[in-house]
């Protein structure tokens, strides 16, 4: 059981086998990589100098360019940071409100992906002791989105895991549970049986919190169990 909690603990270094993820790009992708992320820092500097109204053409232009160039990722971060304000020391959290008519607006344009993004930061925004009910709908948002972008299996598998962190934070086990419900048909439907086993495991654990204890020994029984290996009984010719 614990190590479906660490499956589900996530790996957001933006590493892959321990490499950036810049090495994987082509010589093409990491020069719009290089440029866009010059381009976000130069706006975030330009919202704590001047302040949100006059940062705006800023990131207007960089998102522009971020659309040109397809990078869904950049405009999502853009969106994002365009809705900071500036602090007397320096720049405040992103403006929840601001952020759901934005994923709405992005969302009604046929941008899911970016929708689902905006969405995801909005049930962050709500803290670990903030509105459950706020955040769960936030997320039930973002998957929404998620669904009509299509060949969005691995980015479904990623919010449920977040989601799923979450409710499990909060106690809040009965959602839990649906999340892993959730997870665990998305990872069979696509193919990561790791992480559909993970799901099933820790569905386990969320039903044995609630008292349930016999439905989650009938859950444990159901897992797959790996194949068992015969030892060979040939021998070596030296």
Same mark, same amino acid.
């Given at each position: 059981? @614990?190590?479906?909690?660490?499956?589900?603990?996530?790996?957001?270094?933006?590493?892959?086998?321990?490499?950036?993820?810049?090495?994987?790009?082509?010589?093409?992708?990491?020069?719009?990589?290089?440029?866009?992320?010059?381009?976000?820092?130069?706006?975030?500097?330009?919202?704590? @100098?001047?302040?949100?109204?006059?940062?705006?053409?800023?990131?207007?232009?960089?998102?522009?360019?971020?659309?040109?160039?397809?990078?869904?990722?950049?405009? $999502?971060?853009?969106?994002?940071?365009? $809705?900071?304000?500036?602090?007397?020391?320096?720049?405040?959290?992103?403006?929840?409100?601001?952020?759901?008519?934005?994923?709405?607006?992005?969302?009604?344009?046929?941008?899911?992906?970016?929708?689902?993004?905006?969405?995801?930061?909005?049930?962050?925004?709500?803290?670990? $002791?903030?509105?459950?009910?706020?955040?769960?709908?936030?997320?039930?948002?973002?998957?929404?989105?998620?669904?009509?972008?299509?060949?969005?299996?691995?980015?479904?598998?990623?919010?449920?895991?977040?989601?799923?962190?979450?409710?499990?934070?909060?106690?809040?086990?009965?959602?839990?549970?649906?999340?892993?419900?959730?997870?665990?048909?998305?990872?069979?439907?696509?193919?990561?049986?790791?992480?559909?086993?993970?799901?099933?495991?820790?569905?386990?654990?969320?039903?044995?919190?609630?008292?349930?204890?016999?439905?989650?020994?009938?859950?444990?029984?159901?897992?797959? @169990?790996?194949?068992?290996?015969?030892?060979? $009984?040939?021998?070596?010719?030296?």
């Amino acid at each position: 059981m @614990r190590w479906a909690r660490e499956h589900f603990r996530g790996d957001n270094s933006g590493r892959c086998g321990g490499l950036p993820a810049t090495y994987w790009m082509s010589p093409r992708e990491q020069r719009i990589e290089n440029e866009l992320s010059a381009r976000h820092m130069l706006a975030v500097f330009s919202v704590a @100098r001047l302040g949100r109204q006059q940062s705006a053409a800023t990131f207007r232009a960089i998102i522009k360019k971020a659309r040109a160039y397809d990078a869904h990722e950049w405009i $999502t971060r853009c969106l994002i940071d365009s $809705t900071r304000k500036r602090t007397s020391k320096d720049i405040g959290s992103p403006d929840s409100a601001r952020l759901k008519r934005i994923a709405n607006a992005e969302a009604a344009s046929g941008h899911q992906k970016i929708g689902a993004g905006l969405w995801k930061m909005v049930a962050r925004l709500c803290g670990p $002791t903030g509105n459950e009910h706020e955040a769960s709908a936030a997320y039930a948002a973002a998957e929404k989105c998620l669904s009509l972008s299509g060949g969005s299996g691995s980015a479904k598998l990623e919010l449920y895991r977040e989601w799923f962190g979450r409710a499990w934070q909060i106690r809040r086990y009965g959602e839990a549970i649906q999340v892993l419900r959730n997870l665990e048909d998305t990872a069979h439907k696509n193919g990561f049986k790791p992480d559909a086993i993970a799901a099933m495991d820790q569905r386990g654990v969320c039903l044995q919190e609630l008292g349930n204890y016999s439905e989650a020994e009938a859950l444990h029984r159901r897992r797959p @169990r790996p194949r068992r290996v015969e030892a060979s $009984t040939s021998r070596s010719v030296p």
